[in-house]
Structure formats: structure tokens, C-alpha cells
């Protein structure tokens, strides 16, 4: 029963290569996000999604393309991977109760490394 | 722009002893703050937030955290620390639009038995 969880929790590949990150939360939340943790431990917020909407793309490269295909999940495709890429993906969500946001929930985290 | 500064890298304490983690915000408009602890290799769990109301939140592992206005703190404390507490701890604080969270750099808790 866990919460919000992310596939795959590894993932090492080579540079130039696609992959994607999968994210489902059980948890009936309307909202979801993905972060990236870089290697000293620094969390940015990449895109969020309210109800399959794209209400947040920070400055991300456009080789990252989230997809939400239902409120219950949000996947994270990159291509053409780069060095820089490496870094621990979060997905996390919450709900949003007529603009009052609750805390979020945060899945267990991809560690993506790039050779 | 709204930001979450946590002076401390690292803060180092004794089993027993009480424990303060620091953490300073500045924001457009009323605070959401927000604190979470992240040990080895796990994601972030939640472990309190300032909305609004009393300026001492409780939270969970009998943590809390006290929202100063004046001094646009919000420093996370526990009266006697455990060796289970040693992890790294966010402070972050909701920005306008979206409901995104912004964060602190982190800080290394470490308690020595």
C-alpha cells in the first residue's frame, strides 16, 4: 500500500540514450511534480501537473517531457541523456483544497546515473 | 523572489540533548513553511508545516518548530535528541503559482550516543 511510488529506483545508462521514470500515487491527490536532487543534495522543482494540466515547467531542458496521463500518475521521459543528467529524480504529490495546498507526499526517488 | 536559507550545513549534537535546526525564509505574502527529513537513500517524509494559526507547530517524532514573523524564521527543535534522528533535514516554503515547493540547501543532522 505505499503511498507514491516511483520505477525504476535505478537507472544507469549511457549518454545519448532515452528512458523514462514512471510515478503513481494511491493516495486520490490532484497534483503532482517531479524534483531533482543533484549530488549535494539540492532539490529544484522541474514541472507540475493539476488534473493532467502542466501548471508548473521551470527552466528545464526541453530533452525532459513529463506526461500525465490520469491524476494518478506522471512519468518523466528524458532524451538524449547527458552527464549533467545525473541525479536523484522525487515524484511527490498533494491535494489542492480550493487553492490551500496540503503537504506533499514524496515517492522513494530514481537514482539516475549517466556514463 | 521567495527563498529558504538553512545557515548550517551541519549541526552536531548529543543523545539526550535538545536540538535546533535552523532555517530563515523570505516570501511575498503570508509564509507556508515547511519541514522534511530525508534519511539514507529514502525519499522526503513530511515532518510539519506552518499555515497559519499558533506560532509552535507539533509535528511528527515529537519535533516542532517555531514560526517567528519578526525575525522570518521558522527553526525546527526537539527537546531531547536520538540517535534515530541523524539525517538531512529540509526546510521549504510554498511559492506562489502551482503550489511548488521551494527549499533550503539542507542540514546534516548527527547525533552521537
Known amino acids: 500500500d505505499t503511498a507514491v511510488s516511483q520505477t525504476p529506483k535505478y537507472l544507469v545508462t549511457q549518454m545519448g540514450n532515452d528512458k523514462s521514470i514512471k510515478c503513481e500515487q494511491n493516495l486520490g491527490h490532484d497534483t503532482m511534480y517531479w524534483y531533482k536532487q543533484d549530488s549535494k543534495k539540492f532539490l529544484k522543482i522541474m514541472f507540475s501537473?493539476?488534473?493532467?494540466?502542466?501548471?508548473i515547467n521551470e527552466t528545464v531542458p526541453n530533452r525532459f517531457s513529463p506526461k500525465s496521463p490520469d491524476k494518478a500518475h506522471l512519468n518523466l521521459h528524458i532524451n538524449s541523456l547527458e552527464l549533467g543528467d545525473s541525479a536523484v529524480y522525487f515524484c511527490?504529490?498533494?491535494?489542492?483544497?480550493?487553492?490551500?495546498?496540503?503537504?506533499?507526499?514524496f515517492g522513494p526517488g530514481t537514482r539516475l546515473t549517466v556514463l | 523572489a521567495q527563498s529558504v536559507a538553512q545557515p548550517e550545513d551541519q549541526v552536531n549534537v548529543a543523545e539526550g540533548n535538545p536540538l535546533t535546526v535552523k532555517c530563515t525564509y523570505s516570501v511575498s505574502g503570508n509564509p507556508y513553511l515547511f519541514w522534511y527529513v530525508q534519511y539514507p537513500n529514502r525519499g522526503l517524509q513530511f515532518l510539519l508545516k506552518y499555515i497559519t494559526g499558533d506560532n509552535l507547530v507539533k509535528g511528527s517524532y515529537g519535533f516542532e518548530a517555531e514560526f517567528n514573523k519578526s525575525q522570518t524564521s521558522f527553526h525546527l527543535k526537539k527537546p531531547s535528541a536520538l540517535v534515530s534522528d541523524s539525517a538531512l533535514y529540509f526546510c521549504a516554503v510554498r511559492a506562489a503559482g502551482g503550489g511548488k515547493l521551494i527549499f533550503g540547501q539542507g542540514t546534516e543532522l548527527s547525533v552521537k550516543p
Open positions: 511527490a504529490s498533494t491535494r489542492i483544497y480550493g487553492g490551500t495546498y496540503n503537504e506533499q507526499f
Open positions: 501537473y493539476n488534473n493532467k494540466e502542466l501548471i
